[in-house]
């Protein structure tokens, strides 16, 4: 009896262990994707702010099992991905040290780190399964903030401020407000959108894209785009979506090349009729803008933009390629994060770097931009691979999100929203364990068999 007790007790307590793990780890996910960075407790050195609460809590769990302890290490030693990651890991140390910068180190290093978590909740706690119904939950949720926030034109996000400096108030272009969300900024938001609309399109059930799986959600991610008020975020949604119809089941193209036609009828009529409204000129301020900057153009006059700032904007963005040949930009060893970035060329005064793969030459030179690329060709090429394949739905959906995001890139920087594309990776990394695992299962069963 005492022995079938402590056996009984020692269940109980393992399955409350994981329960508990469990709980911290769904929380973890969504501090990550949803909470904003100015959620926490100031301090006067160092702010913790949610998303950092929970990375010590769950680390902590992790150390305190030795079970996980040496699941995650061996997680870590066996990722093939690890010795890619090495040499951007060595371009971040030697930059902080000779340039007496701690940001320049930690800022990649704690991004990399929750990456490394998300494999390993993915894999050893929420799994595949339940980890992408977390994440489409918090998409719906977003998607209707997105609306909330156009309605009230204050971020709904913003009430939760603890930590001052962060959060940077109101964005208004052309007399209209740019939601935000949890972001810090409406390209940042945009970010995100771009990199989780794949996820409104796919059939896990039966194995399929269908980009009208799921209306609503891909509804109120159109509305989100438009009021973030980005060029770059609509062009990107827009190829987007006609990648993902293109890619989508032979069973659902006709449907779908129906449906698409009445949607846009409907849209053009919408415009026909609420065109002289402040919110039908809005949307066609988005449209022309877009076509504007495509074209050459300048349509977007007629609905309250201004030709000196587009022009102005459009020759800055033609100035950034030439900071490449700046003199006094070290191309081995980059300025850092802690300095700032400002120069004059051809004439234009450069302060902020509106394309990510630019930003992170100055902060880490060439070696730093090319062991980004480097590590980023790596999973997008196996993406790639397991599409052509294997030619799962899942695999498509994640190397969209991640290529939209990636393209993005070259319009804005990343305002702290890699956490996104890691997500995507995260998912590619835990599904590709649990295929192997059941591959495994397979063979031992056929080996049984024998």
């Known amino acids: 009896m005492t022995g079938s007790y402590e056996t009984g007790s020692k269940y109980i307590k393992n399955a409350g262990e994981k329960d508990v793990f469990r709980a911290v780890a769904g929380l973890f996910l969504f501090s990550l994707f949803v909470m904003p960075q100015y959620f926490g407790i100031p301090l006067p050195v160092f702010d913790l702010t949610i998303l950092r609460i929970l990375t010590v809590l769950l680390t902590l769990l992790i150390l305190c099992s030795d079970s996980r302890k040496h699941d995650f290490i061996t997680m870590v030693k066996e990722a093939r991905f690890t010795l890619i990651l090495l040499p951007y890991l060595v371009v971040i140390t030697y930059t902080m040290i000779l340039r007496a910068d ?199 006059a007629h609905y309250g933009a201004s030709k000196e700032a587009l022009g102005s904007s459009a020759n800055y963005r033609e100035q950034l390629k030439y900071i490449f040949t700046l003199d006094w930009l070290n191309p081995l060893l980059g300025i850092g994060r802690k300095r700032s970035f400002s120069s004059e060329l051809n004439g234009s005064f450069i302060v902020s770097v509106d394309n990510f793969y630019i930003a992170e030459y100055i902060r880490y030179a060439y070696p730093g931009l090319a062991a980004f690329v480097l590590y980023i060709s790596y999973f997008i090429a196996g993406l790639v691979k397991k599409s052509i394949r294997r030619q799962d739905a899942i695999y498509k959906v994640l190397l969209i999100g991640c290529l939209c995001y990636l393209i993005n890139l070259f319009w804005v920087d990343s305002l702290q929203t890699l956490k996104y594309l890691y997500v995507l990776l995260a998912l590619y990394c835990s599904l590709d364990f649990e295929t192997r695992k059941k591959r495994s299962n397979v063979n031992v069963s056929k080996y049984m068999k024998r």
């Open 102 to 300: 701690i940001n320049a180190f930690l800022n990649p290093f704690i991004e990399l780190y929750c990456f490394y978590l998300l494999i390993y909740i993915f894999k050893y706690s929420l799994g595949f399964h339940n980890s992408f119904r977390c994440i489409l939950a918090f998409c719906y949720l977003l998607a209707i903030l997105g609306i909330v926030e156009y309605a009230i034109g204050r971020s709904p996000f913003s009430y939760l401020e603890t930590i001052k400096g962060i959060y940077t108030g109101q964005f208004i272009r052309s007399g209209h407000y740019r939601i935000m969300s949890s972001c810090v900024h409406s390209l940042g938001y945009g970010l995100l959108i771009v990199s989780v609309v794949p996820f409104s399109c796919i059939d896990l059930q039966n194995d399929r894209i269908d980009i009208f799986k799921r209306p609503f959600l891909l509804l109120l991610w159109c509305a989100n785009v438009f009021f973030t008020g980005s060029r770059s975020t609509l062009g990107v949604f827009l190829l987007e979506l006609v990648i993902l119809f293109f890619v989508s089941c032979k069973e659902s193209k006709r449907k779908n090349t129906l449906m698409m036609a009445a949607a846009l009828i409907l849209f053009i009529v919408f415009l026909m009729i609420f065109h002289n409204t402040d919110f039908g000129r809005y949307i066609m301020l988005q449209i022309t803008t877009l076509a504007d900057e495509v074209l050459g153009t300048s349509y977007a």
